[in-house]
């Protein structure tokens, strides 16, 4: 999850490849990692627009290669692996399978408000965050347009 999803077209088989062959298939790349973005922006969690806000296309030419990546940054701006804990899930449901302690940092007790009521606890504890595997969800539906993208790149020329 964390090196986001990446497919590479090998050109070495196709040699002497005219420029404007080679420039369509790149915008064909272009538009098959923008669809990809797009299809995981439309499946990420959108509550705090953490995920959506750190979702990035990149295509990169080296030598024979085209390669399209999209990547879903797996850091949050203050340092969270956030994009892991929704993917794979938390406490009961993530990898660790254990439940989630939670104490006060600052002060002796925590405070919050549950079905309409102040509850003061020393502790609680959580069961946790079930996985969301929107990545997979958003590949499944691009997949099948792939080509079809690729194609499209080519008819630019």
Same mark, same amino acid.
């Given at each position: 999850?964390?090196?986001?999803?990446?497919?590479?077209?090998?050109l070495s088989e196709i040699k002497?490849?005219?420029?404007?062959?080679?420039?369509?298939?790149?915008?064909?790349?272009?538009?098959?990692?923008?669809?990809?973005?797009?299809? @995981?922006?439309?499946?990420?969690?959108?509550?705090?627009?953490?995920?959506?806000?750190?979702?990035?296309?990149?295509?990169?030419?080296?030598?024979?290669?085209?390669?399209?990546?999209?990547?879903?940054?797996?850091?949050?701006?203050?340092?969270?692996?956030?994009?892991?804990?929704?993917?794979?899930?938390?406490?009961?449901?993530?990898?660790?399978?254990?439940?989630?302690?939670? @104490?006060?940092?600052?002060?002796?007790?925590?405070?919050?408000?549950?079905?309409?009521?102040?509850?003061?606890?020393?502790?609680?504890?959580?069961?946790?965050?079930?996985?969301?595997?929107?990545?997979?969800?958003?590949?499944?539906?691009?997949?099948?347009?792939?080509?079809?993208?690729?194609?499209?790149?080519?008819?630019?020329?």
């Amino acid at each position: 999850m964390t090196d986001g999803f990446r497919f590479k077209m090998d050109l070495s088989e196709i040699k002497g490849l005219p420029e404007e062959i080679h420039q369509g298939l790149k915008n064909g790349v272009e538009r098959a990692v923008q669809l990809i973005r797009r299809f @995981t922006m439309e499946e990420a969690p959108k509550k705090t627009a953490n995920l959506f806000k750190n979702i990035f296309a990149s295509t990169e030419e080296d030598g024979t290669k085209l390669t399209g990546t999209v990547t879903v940054n797996p850091l949050t701006s203050d340092g969270k692996p956030y994009a892991l804990f929704v993917t794979e899930g938390t406490g009961l449901y993530g990898p660790k399978r254990k439940e989630i302690v939670v @104490t006060p940092r600052s002060r002796k007790a925590l405070a919050f408000l549950y079905g309409g009521q102040l509850l003061v606890r020393k502790r609680v504890t959580i069961k946790g965050q079930k996985p969301n595997p929107f990545h997979e969800r958003a590949l499944s539906k691009a997949e099948p347009l792939l080509p079809n993208e690729i194609e499209k790149g080519l008819d630019s020329i």
